[in-house]
């Protein structure tokens, strides 16, 4: 009898620990729940602060970029002549790209994350252009291209195309418009950067410049870039 009642009892203990231990994992498990739930939240928050951020980040960044442009697209008058109620103008037209380098760069450092940002960048790459500050140029359009964002990374090699066409480096100026040419993009499409690429050739391969310009008009009727190709073979005259 003892022994059926230590059985018994026995039996008791085991439903008892397997409660116990179901207990316990089920407790586990909630704990490691609310801990996963905690974590997604914190995480989940994060998103919506950083995301809200940005947004107004950019919406401080779109502001500013609107007052830089209205100073790079400013109207040079001439000195006496009034201004219009609320309008930017200059006499003097190296003020007024000093002026917009300086509004432009001073974006970018500031939201240079932004999509106004990166626009401002380049913008003040162009406005060292304007000043024939070709290294200044070339080193804003440096940290856009390093910003990785492909429409980007094209305009900024475009513009360095150039650059190295006006300071003696052709040869790494033809290299760059081919490789555009190759992967053009939606703000540098080929037609472009084959017309940037035949008036490079023209200072050292009119032949070559020549079948660049046709190509254009072969590939690219009716465009005005196959317009202002026409107009570039003529100047270069007949070719044997």
């Known amino acids: ?92 037209e190296k003020n007024k790209y000093e002026d917009a380098a300086k509004k432009f760069d001073g974006i970018a450092r500031s939201y240079g994350r932004t999509r106004p940002g990166q626009i401002a960048r380049y913008y003040a790459a162009l406005s060292q252009l304007h ?44 290299k760059l418009y081919r490789q555009l040419a190759d992967k053009p993009t939606a703000m540098v499409p080929k037609p472009m950067v084959l017309l940037a690429l035949g008036d490079q050739l023209r200072k050292s391969n009119p032949q070559e410049a020549t079948t660049v310009y046709n190509q254009i008009k072969k590939d690219f009727p009716d465009s005005p870039v196959a317009e202002e190709a026409g107009k570039r073979l003529e100047a270069l005259g007949p070719r044997t």
């Open 131 to 174: 000043l024939r500050r070709f290294d200044d140029a070339q080193k804003q359009l440096k940290e856009l291209e390093d910003a990785g964002d492909p429409e980007f990374v094209a305009l900024a090699r475009f513009q360095l195309a150039g650059i190295y066409g006006q300071t003696g480096k052709g040869d790494e100026a033809v």
């Open 1 to 92: 009898m003892a022994q059926h009642i230590s059985r018994k009892e026995l039996k008791k203990d085991e439903i008892r620990d397997t409660l116990a231990h179901g207990a316990e994992a089920v407790f586990s498990h909630q704990r490691l729940a609310g801990i996963i739930l905690g974590v997604a939240l914190v995480v989940g928050l994060a998103v919506v602060g950083w995301r809200f951020y940005t947004e107004r980040q950019t919406v401080k960044a779109a502001a500013a970029l609107g007052d830089g442009m209205k100073i790079f697209e400013a109207r040079i008058r001439v000195p006496g002549e009034p201004a219009e109620p609320n309008e930017v103008t200059y006499v003097d």
